[in-house]
């Protein structure tokens, strides 16, 4: 068991921190799931970017349990994905961000010959390994109502209307055109993929 079982991984943008309430509220949700009456981290009082970290795109883990925290820095370069593989798994959950990624891992192990996994759960579209998904119909980009983690970055393109979301099943992919992986660190502006680089 990790002395830190659970983590916020944030973007910090030349000394910026990033869609922080976001990431406040999921800390919030996981306090109150899991420590009860315990007053959760306050993620703008204990964030304190160093100067060293003023410039260039960086990775935050802030990594906490119940009495305290710790903060990771690490520079940031989005993962270049080949394709992804369709991989089902009926039990994962994953509704807490923890640090604990075994689960992934072991799917990560069989994506062969992808890089990514794009997890099924219940015949349901959810998320990859490490992001939400959304999908591109011609008109709208939608995301599925069957994620794995409620991400920050979803939570905030929902609620500015740059996207919406419906279920959707695993043979509804080939009627969308284009894809993209969202996630805390990955900008909106990201180049689409097209839905032929998943392998179901």
């Known amino acids: 068991m990790s002395l830190y079982p659970f983590v916020e991984t944030i973007r910090v943008h030349n000394g910026s921190v990033q869609n922080l309430i976001y990431h406040q509220n999921r800390l919030n949700a ?14 703008q009082k204990s964030i304190k970017i160093p100067d060293k970290y003023s410039s260039g795109l960086y990775k935050l883990r802030f990594l906490y349990n119940k009495h305290s925290f710790y903060l990771e820095y690490h520079p940031y370069k989005p993962k270049q994905i080949n394709c992804l593989k369709t991989i089902h798994a009926n039990h994962i959950d994953y509704r807490f961000k923890k640090t604990d990624r075994t689960q992934f891992e072991e799917l990560l192990s069989v994506a062969t010959p992808c890089n990514e996994i794009l997890i099924v759960k219940n015949g349901f579209i959810t998320d990859t390994s490490f992001s939400n998904i959304v999908f591109f119909d011609g008109k709208k980009w939608i995301t599925p109502t069957t994620y794995l983690l409620a991400g920050t970055y979803r939570q905030y393109l929902l ?12 043979q509804d992919i080939t009627s969308f055109t284009y894809f993209k992986l969202i996630n805390a660190l990955l900008a909106w502006d990201m180049q689409p993929m097209p839905v032929e680089k998943i392998i179901i």
């Open 159 to 170: 609620d500015t209307k740059k996207i919406t979301q419906m279920p959707i099943r695993l």
């Open 30 to 43: 996981t306090f109150l799931h899991f420590y009860p009456g315990q007053k959760p981290h306050d993620l």
